[in-house]
T-cell receptor, first 117, second 106 residues
Framework: DGGITQSPKYLFRKEGQNVTLSCEQN?????MYWYRQDPGQGLRLIYY???????QKGDIAEGYSVSREKKESFPLTVTSAQKNPTAFYLC????????????????FGEGSRLTVL | GENVEQHPSTLSVQEGDSAVIKCTYS??????FPWYKQELGKRPQLIID???NVGEKKDQRIAVTLNKTAKHFSLHITETQPEDSAVYFC?????WGAGTKLIIKP
């Protein structure tokens, strides 16, 4: 069953702690993305990667870090430097290595909801 | 910075009527304009998309129009049904609008 798997689904963090959200895909897609969704708002791009060992900052990268060591995996670390990390995080992938203005359909995971206590 | 504006934020229509959602974008280099539907607690899913070399695209009850000169595009849903109730997002490539909550009244 092909798709994108995000874990954990729910995560609670104390202030000052780093947390890592997992994203794995078995769609053989080249490009992967991380978005943040806040209530009543659209998705905002955190980071994206078009190929293994390469990634670019999105619009709200401060306080986040990523790695792309394998094609299938694109984990996101929310660091203690992120001022307001409570949000719903969505990972996505797409089949082609588009440039930022000319992209394609995104396939999303089910999301991870992070709450900072 | 670049942005995408989406209107209205909430749209309530009678079942069977049409719904129109509009978006404007600022990055003239954008070439891909998708529309996603997100039901409560679920992931966004693509419902229709259009590229800048096309002015209109239709898929059954759903259509999208693009005016690249004016930098705006619209989603049209005809003969709305209760299952159309959801939040709809437009995007200009990787930049998303804030969403429209569509409510279908029985």
């Amino acid at each position: 069953d092909g798709g994108i798997t995000q874990s954990p689904k729910y995560l609670f963090r104390k202030e000052g702690q780093n947390v890592t959200l997992s994203c794995e895909q078995n769609l053989n897609h080249d490009a992967m993305y991380w978005y943040r969704q806040d209530p009543g708002q659209g998705l905002r791009l955190i980071y994206y990667s078009q190929i293994v060992n390469d990634f670019q900052k999105g619009d709200i990268a401060e306080g986040y870090s990523v790695s792309r060591e394998k094609k299938e995996s694109f984990p996101l670390t929310v660091t203690s430097a992120q001022k307001n990390p409570t949000a719903f995080y969505l990972c996505a992938s797409s089949s082609a290595r588009w440039d930022r203005q000319n992209t394609g359909e995104l396939f999303f995971g089910e999301g991870s909801r992070l709450t900072v206590l | 910075g670049e942005n995408v504006e989406q209107h209205p934020s909430t749209l309530s229509v009678q079942e069977g009527d049409s719904a129109v959602i509009k978006c404007t974008y600022s990055d003239s280099a954008s070439n891909y304009f998708p529309w996603y539907k997100q039901e409560l607690g679920k992931r966004p899913q693509l419902i229709i998309d259009i590229r800048s070399n096309v002015g209109e695209k239709k898929d059954q009850r759903i259509a999208v129009t693009l005016n690249k000169t004016a930098k705006h595009f619209s989603l049209h849903i005809t003969e709305t049904q209760p299952e159309d109730s959801a939040v709809y997002f437009c995007a200009a490539s990787l930049l998303w609008g804030a969403g429209t909550k569509l409510i279908i009244k029985p």
